[in-house]
């Protein structure tokens, strides 16, 4: 073994000890490390922390619209404000929540997630209303839901302070915020692919406020476009600070660029192999941080099933069909996982499966 390969190492040792690393470590650990040493390291720091256990849960998403004031470039998604039905773009209100909630009877979904498109009329109050409405008929789903992007615009257009606008949501059913927005943070790249809205210590301070709240959060990472191995490892040091201090992160979820119908069509998506190696790499640099999540939706089902061997503990849930985000960018157009067939994916790949509940708490049936 010579000396770079000891000191990656003795990175490895240090990580699964829990220490923090600095930037530069990092980088060598990120591009230099071989792919089983890091693969072998993150399943073990995986398996210190949920043994043999692979999470999901049942839950539907909720998309209200897909018009949206930015425009970020990797967005297959989003239609301009002004758009039509015969531009794709759709506009949902109250209401059809709640008949999307009727046709799932009590006990079948325990999560449902509400993002969308930016709407520029729709603010708080329209926010608060909806929360309302979903926890007087379904009081006992968890309500995940409004990007940090979302509260930024709420906040603004309330003149509100993000802790304000957090507090009022709340107490209107607010249980949780999704991790969705994150992007990347280093200012040159998220202004080349999200020109515009929240900048990334924006982000950092409504998660802030929020875990300060009691309000648990969730972190993403949007990876395999224009950003570098710096800016990835950049991303999880920022993400990994913050844990540090508040403790209120739930879950990492990376997510894959995928190429379908947008600004940054040209680029190609990222090999498999470049992904486990992200998924290695959150693991171990956001060892504080409980749950690294595979959203299978982003992945595919059998990249996703990989990628638990690469540090990722939960695939997300059942979802049912009710998200378009990825369906737009290449994905699955019907995206849905019988929860049958995910215990039995989840047992083939040789795990024990675990319905949870939002906070990763074992679902009693
Ligand atoms: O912020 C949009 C991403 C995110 C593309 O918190 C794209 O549990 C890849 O955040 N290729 C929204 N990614 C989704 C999200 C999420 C999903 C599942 C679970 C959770 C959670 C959060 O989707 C956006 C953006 O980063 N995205 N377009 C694309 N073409
Ligand atoms: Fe709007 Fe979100 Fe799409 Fe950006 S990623 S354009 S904020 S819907």
Request: proline share 5%.
């Amino acid at each position: 073994m010579d000396s770079r390969e000891k000191g990656l190492e003795k990175t490895l040792e240090r990580l699964l000890r829990g220490e923090t690393p600095g930037f530069d470590e990092a980088m060598r650990l990120a591009t230099e490390a071989d792919a089983g040493s890091l693969e072998a390291a993150a399943d073990e720091l995986r398996r210190s922390l949920h043994g043999d256990v692979v999470y999901y849960n049942r839950n539907l998403h909720f998309e209200p619209t897909n018009v949206c004031v930015y425009a970020c470039r990797f967005c297959a998604f989003r239609r301009p404000v002004g758009a039509g039905e015969g531009d794709g773009a759709w506009t949902k209100g109250t209401d059809d929540l709640l008949r999307e909630l009727e046709r799932r009877p009590v006990g079948s979904i325990t999560e449902l997630h509400v993002t969308g498109g930016v709407h520029p009329d729709r603010g708080l109050e329209w926010a608060e209303e909806l929360l309302r409405a979903v926890r007087a008929a379904r009081p006992e789903i968890h309500v995940k839901a409004f990007t940090a992007v979302e509260i930024d615009y709420f906040a603004r257009r309330a003149g509100l302070s993000v802790e304000e606008t957090l507090l009022r949501l709340k107490e209107a059913g607010l249980d949780s915020l999704p991790g969705g927005g994150a992007e990347i943070f280093a200012p040159e790249v998220r202004k080349r692919i999200a020109g515009g809205k929240a900048p990334a210590q924006r982000w950092l301070e409504v998660h802030e406020a929020a875990h300060r709240l009691s309000i648990p959060t969730n972190a993403t990472m949007l990876y395999g476009h224009v950003e570098g191995w710096e800016h990835r490892v950049d991303h999880l040091l920022r993400i990994r600070e913050l844990q540090s201090r508040t403790g209120g992160f739930r879950a990492f979820v990376p997510l894959r660029y995928r190429n379908g119908n947008n600004g940054l069509s040209a680029l190609p998506e990222i090999p498999p192999e470049e992904e486990r190696r992200v998924f290695a790499l959150s693991r171990l640099l956001l060892g504080n941080v409980p749950h690294l999540k595979v959203y299978w939706v982003m992945s595919g089902v059998d990249r996703a099933l990989r990628l638990l061997r690469c540090g990722g503990d939960d695939l997300d849930g059942t979802i049912d069909d009710s998200t378009r985000i990825y369906s737009m960018a290449g994905g699955d157009e019907h995206p849905r996982f019988g929860e049958k067939e995910m215990r039995a994916a989840i047992e083939a790949a040789g795990f024990v499966p675990v319905e949870r509940d939002s906070l990763y708490r074992p679902v009693a049936r």
